[in-house]
T-cell receptor, first 116, second 113 residues
Framework: AQSVTQLGSHVSVSEGALVLLRCNYS??????LFWYVQYPNQGLQLLLK??????LVKGINGFEAEFKKSETSFHLTKPSAHMSDAAEYFC??????????????FGTGTLLAVQP | DTGVSQDPRHKITKRGQNVTFRCDPI?????LYWYRQTLGQGPEFLTY????????KSRLLSDRFSAERPKGSFSTLEIQRTEQGDSAMYLC???????????FGPGTRLTVL
């Protein structure tokens, strides 16, 4: 069964500093991996996704993530944080099991705070 | 393409009452998913539809919960005899095909008093 683990429920960075949000996955098959962002009282917006093509995936708002099979990781980075990046970030893996549900299995989320 | 919409955005009800939520997916999206998100947690899968057929239900979906997608377009999620533990954000998502990106609606926040 697929699962994801997000290390660090809260991360705080200064404006302009590097953002690094960690995600490790477990999957018995080659995974499809996603990062979503959620602003307060809103739904989830897709930042980027990995679907077995290039291992370095670029997303919206300057975010990118690198798929590392050897480390079973899919960490999210952004070179320079902006105040508007403050939100909750969720890593997810797609359930590609025999039922082909394609349901998403989410981590517990990381709340990013950006200090001025 | 107006995105996934959900109605209502907020619902406050008393324990024991029935509530119904509606989700309108992106036009022509065949797949529709319902998730539940409690405070401090990631969304958890409840059920999904391929067109009008409900193909999988999570064990989280007790017999008090029922979902429909009668014509393969909008979907409703009904909770009967609500309990305080049902308080959560209910999210709907749709995708064009099985492995396509899921696009989420803004959610319906349910508070059971």
């Amino acid at each position: 069964a697929q699962s994801v683990t997000q290390l660090g429920s809260h991360v705080s960075v200064s404006e302009g500093a590097l953002v690094l949000l960690r995600c490790n996955y477990s999957s018995s098959v080659p995974p499809y991996l996603f990062w979503y962002v959620q602003y307060p009282n809103q739904g989830l917006q897709l930042l980027l996704k990995y679907t077995s093509a290039a291992t370095l995936v670029k997303g919206i708002n300057g975010f990118e993530a690198e798929f590392k099979k050897s480390e079973t990781s899919f960490h999210l980075t952004k070179p320079s944080a902006h105040m508007s990046d403050a939100a909750e970030y969720f890593c997810a893996v797609s359930d590609l099991g025999g039922g082909a549900t394609n349901k998403l299995i989410f981590g517990t989320g990381t709340l990013l705070a950006v200090q001025p | 393409d107006t995105g996934v919409s959900q109605d209502p955005r907020h619902k406050i009800t008393k324990r024991g009452q029935n509530v119904t939520f509606r989700c309108d997916p992106i036009s022509e999206h065949n797949r529709l998913y319902w998730y539940r998100q409690t405070l401090g947690q990631g969304p958890e899968f409840l059920t999904y539809f391929q067109n009008e057929a409900q193909l999988e239900k999570s064990r989280l979906l007790s017999d008090r919960f029922s979902a429909e997608r009668p014509k393969g377009s909008f979907s409703t999620l009904e909770i009967q005899r609500t309990e305080q533990g049902d308080s959560a954000m209910y999210l709907c998502a749709s995708s064009l095909v099985a492995l396509d990106t899921q696009y989420f609606g803004p959610g319906t926040r349910l508070t059971v008093l």
